[in-house]
């Protein structure tokens, strides 16, 4: 009986090899997990270039808009491109949120990603406007240093500074209302 | 007469050692051992030292600032492993589960050599049991 016993081994080497492989079948490659929420937002420092529709959340082009200053509101730092087809998916969604949650001190801003700022400006008024203001990152700086692979990519910064989630890919309006009420509920309830 | 040469010599002495353009500095080499290890966030596969993407670029742009700012090549790459994590890596860390990729061709090929051994050793064995066999046959036949 060779072949049982042969038939045995391979079952003991082959099988669990075959589980880890299956294994990485379930991983989706796109999901790269970040380090970054629970630790400090890497700050920045950058311009407007495209003020804002909405009353509470404009800026005037020109403006430079710090990080620091914004300690004490919840951020939502959205990263985009005109040339990204995602981008449009999200851009309603992201509007919805920030004009729905702009009385409780949420602030939006687009970040635009290697791009230049007359297509952002050109793609925003195709989209009918956007409520939030955008600035510019030359040279991706502030991209590299929040870890971005693509866009779009989101990030939610805490009252206190700190990356409360990241989103890679489109945001829905649920998905992103939903965290930014639990980062406000947990403000509310120190 | 020996006022020209001193000066000549002088000159020389004081002149910045610059590289002929397209020369290798040593900070080109540094930045090349650098982004050789990291992956490109856009092509996944390839280092950002050989990709072509807008990002590997301006990644390969910081790890230049980085380097000439006086960091080291390791805290470099701290800076990139604190943005991207783990995965920035080109070569996994071998440690925790990574230990697996680095240990399983290790096992296989181990386990092939031996049975490949014990295969080779049993085909070339002189066949000592059917020829005892062979034996007791002729014994049988001979009772």
């Not at chain 1, 008024?125 to 779009?152: C, E, K, N």
């Not at chain 2, 991207?84 to 386990?111: H, K, Q, S, T």
Request: hydrophobic fraction near 45%; charged fraction near 20%.
């Amino acid at each position: 009986m060779d072949w049982k016993r042969a038939l045995a081994v391979t079952g003991a080497i082959g099988l669990p090899f075959i589980a880890l492989l299956a294994f990485g079948m379930t991983r989706d490659p796109r999901q790269i997990p970040s380090p970054l929420p629970g630790r400090s937002a890497p700050l920045w420092e950058r311009a407007v270039f495209a003020s804002g529709d909405d009353a509470v959340l404009r800026r005037p082009v020109g403006d430079t808009v710090r990080l620091t200053d914004l300690r004490g509101r919840v951020v939502v730092l959205n990263f985009w491109a005109s040339w990204c087809l995602a981008c449009r998916g999200e851009h309603a969604d992201l509007s919805f949120v920030a004009t729905e949650r702009a009385s409780q001190g949420v602030q939006v801003f687009g970040m635009l990603y290697n791009d230049t700022e007359p297509n952002g400006v050109r793609w925003i008024r195709t989209m009918g406007g956007q409520p939030y203001p955008s600035v510019a990152d030359p040279g991706a700086r502030t991209a590299i240093d929040y870890g971005l692979y693509g866009v779009p990519e989101t990030f939610v910064i805490d009252p206190e500074g700190k990356v409360a989630h990241k989103f890679i890919g489109p945001v829905t309006a649920q998905g992103l209302m939903k965290v930014v009420d639990s980062v406000l509920a947990a403000v509310a309830t120190p | 007469m020996i006022l020209p040469r001193v000066a000549l010599l002088v000159l020389l002495a004081v002149q910045p050692v610059v590289p002929p353009p397209g020369a290798d500095t040593v900070l080109d080499r540094r930045v090349r051992g650098v982004a050789q290890r990291l992956r490109c966030p856009v092509c996944q596969g390839e280092s950002i030292q050989e990709s072509p993407a807008e990002l590997a670029v301006q990644m390969k742009g910081v790890v230049r600032e980085q380097l000439a700012e006086g960091k080291s090549e390791r805290e470099v790459m701290d800076y990139f492993l604190a943005k991207y994590g783990d995965w920035i890596l080109l070569e996994p860390r071998a440690e925790g589960l990574n230990l697996v990729v680095y240990w399983v061709p290790v096992i296989f090929l181990a386990i092939g050599g031996v049975t490949l051994f014990m295969a080779v050793r049993k085909w070339t064995r002189p066949d000592a049991v059917v020829a005892n066999t062979d034996t007791a046959d002729t014994e049988v036949d001979a009772s």
